[in-house]
């Protein structure tokens, strides 16, 4: 299994880009403006986006993908989520004000894309890749995700702030090589973090004492401009562990 790391950033300028990875060349999670890194061949490959929440930074590529590709793919692309993320997306994203249904199109009977309700604890298996849909906390309702094949593991954590479930969730596995976790916040930064739903590193800090597992770990989603500051708090607040930036390029072989 093969991921990539279009873009995990919590903003955007220059060459930060907002969070979406690529697994293998068929399963994005989130779509952001990662997405941009795509060329029109690749973008054609994607089967299935898998959603942690339905904020903007995490889905604002979608419309743009699902337009590029309209109407060459043969099946529709399959956008997954929690009922609530996926209701967010019809209600204000594809409801013909913002930007066209593509559920409906070009025909209601066979549209260029469609949505699977997916809810915390649900697994979904695609040609021997298996994956968990993890509930989180942040602002909003969201997920993280685990995905394993025959030769390995890795675990994203969408956006959250400290919280149980995921640590336990991913304790319940036998393996875990690879994590990839945000910390959108500097510890100055705690009240926001907070009433945001993000980690700081000294909350991540706090949240990895739960986790039993020592896959790698990628920080993701540093608030753009602050990154020095956050990444030098993680090394300093995770010390026992091997902890490394997330960027746009990266790519993971498991
Ligand atoms: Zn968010
Ligand atoms: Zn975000």
Redesign the pocket.
Same mark, same amino acid.
């Given at each position: 299994m093969k991921l990539r790391v279009l873009g995990c950033s +919590?903003g955007v300028g220059n060459e930060l880009k *907002? *969070?979406s990875l690529l697994v293998d060349d068929d399963i994005l999670i989130d779509a +952001?403006s990662g997405v941009g890194e795509l060329t029109l061949d690749e973008m054609r490959k994607i089967r299935h986006v898998f959603l942690t =929440?339905s /904020?903007l930074? =995490?889905f604002s590529f979608l419309p743009l993908l699902v337009d590029s590709i309209f109407p060459s793919i043969r099946d529709a692309l399959v956008v997954h989520g929690q009922p609530v993320t996926l209701k967010a997306l019809q209600t204000h994203v594809f409801n013909w004000t913002i930007w066209p249904d593509f559920a409906k199109l070009p025909t209601e009977d066979k549209p260029v894309m469609r949505y699977q309700e997916l809810t915390p604890g649900d697994t979904f298996e695609l040609d021997g890749r298996k994956l968990e849909m993890i509930g989180v906390n942040h602002i909003v309702p969201g997920v993280g995700y685990r995905m394993e094949c025959d030769t390995g593991a890795f675990a994203f954590s +969408?956006?959250t702030t400290t919280n149980d479930n995921l640590w336990n969730v991913l304790n319940g596995y036998d393996r875990l090589d690879l994590l990839l976790v945000?910390a959108?916040f500097a510890n100055a930064d705690i009240d926001l973090s907070k009433r945001s739903g /993000?980690y700081t590193a000294d909350l991540l800090a706090a949240d990895l004492k739960k986790l039993r597992h020592k896959p790698d770990i990628y920080i993701t /989603?540093n608030k753009p401009g602050h990154e020095t500051v956050i990444m030098s708090e993680c090394r300093q607040a995770i010390s026992d562990r091997k902890v490394a930036a997330a960027e746009t390029g990266l790519v993971f072989t498991l």
């Open positions: +919590g *907002t *969070t +952001g =929440h /904020h930074d =995490h +969408g956006d945000e959108a /993000h /989603h």
